[in-house]
C-alpha cells in the first residue's frame, strides 16, 4: 500500500472486484472516448476478479504494476494507474496508463496519485524511463504529464485503437532525475 495525502494506492485483492467494477460501470461515459472498445463481459465481476488475479501475479512477477487508488474508508476508486510493459536490462523502462473518476477530476487527484506512483517505480522498482502517449485532443491528459515533467519525444500516426478508431498519439516519457 502507498499512501498519498487523499488516497490509498493498492494491488487491489481480486475480492475488491466490485469496487473496480462499480468504477468503471460508473465512468462508462466518462472514459469511453479515450479507452478501446470493450465487450459484454467487461462490466461483469467476473471479468473483474480474473484482472484482479492476473494483475496480482503481474506484480509478483514484476512486469506490470496495476494501481487502484481508493478513498480512505476504502469504499470506492478515485482513480487508476497502470504501469505496464516492464522491461529490464539496458531499457528498465515501461508504460503507463491511467484515468480518475468523473466525480474526482479537476481536483489534483491525478498528479497527487501519479506522483506517489511514479516515485514507487523510479526509487523501489528500479525503472530510468515511464512512457505514457495521449491523444492530440486529450488536453487534460497532456497537462497532467506535463506537471509531472513527461517530455514529448515524438507523434505516432494511427498509433491505438480507441473507441473503434486508429487514433494518433504524441509520445512522451519521463526519466528518472539523477542527483
Ligand atoms: C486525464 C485525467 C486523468 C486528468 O484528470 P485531472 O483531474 O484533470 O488531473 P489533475 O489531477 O492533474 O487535476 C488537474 C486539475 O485539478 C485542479 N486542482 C484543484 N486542486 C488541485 C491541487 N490540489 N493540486 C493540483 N491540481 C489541483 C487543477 O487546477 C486542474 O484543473 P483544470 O483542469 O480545471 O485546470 C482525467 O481527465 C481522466 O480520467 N480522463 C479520462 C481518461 C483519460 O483520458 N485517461 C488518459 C488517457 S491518455
Request: aromatic share 12%; glycine share 6%; net charge neutral.
Amino acid at each position: 500500500m502507498l499512501a498519498t495525502p487523499r488516497t490509498r494506492l493498492e494491488i487491489l485483492p481480486a475480492d475488491d472486484a466490485g469496487l473496480l467494477l462499480a468504477y468503471y460501470r460508473d465512468n462508462q461515459v466518462h472514459l469511453a472516448p479515450w479507452e478501446p472498445l470493450r465487450d459484454e463481459n467487461y462490466l461483469t465481476l467476473p471479468n473483474w476478479q480474473t484482472q484482479l488475479s492476473n494483475a496480482q501475479a503481474a506484480f509478483d512477477a514484476g512486469s506490470e504494476y496495476r494501481f487502484v487508488a481508493l478513498n480512505p474508508a476504502r469504499t470506492e476508486v478515485v482513480g487508476v494507474c497502470n504501469f505496464t510493459g516492464v522491461a529490464r536490462g539496458p531499457f528498465q523502462a515501461c508504460y503507463l496508463g491511467y484515468s480518475i473518476a468523473k466525480k474526482y477530476e479537476g481536483q489534483g487527484f491525478m498528479q497527487e496519485i501519479l506522483e506517489a506512483a511514479m516515485r514507487y517505480m523510479f526509487n523501489d522498482v528500479g525503472l530510468n524511463r515511464i512512457m505514457a502517449n495521449y491523444m492530440p485532443a486529450n488536453e487534460r491528459s497532456a497537462n497532467v504529464l506535463e506537471k509531472l515533467g513527461f517530455e514529448k519525444e515524438g507523434y505516432a500516426r494511427r498509433y491505438l485503437k480507441i473507441a473503434g478508431q486508429w487514433e494518433d498519439h504524441v509520445l512522451t516519457a519521463r526519466v528518472r532525475a539523477y542527483q
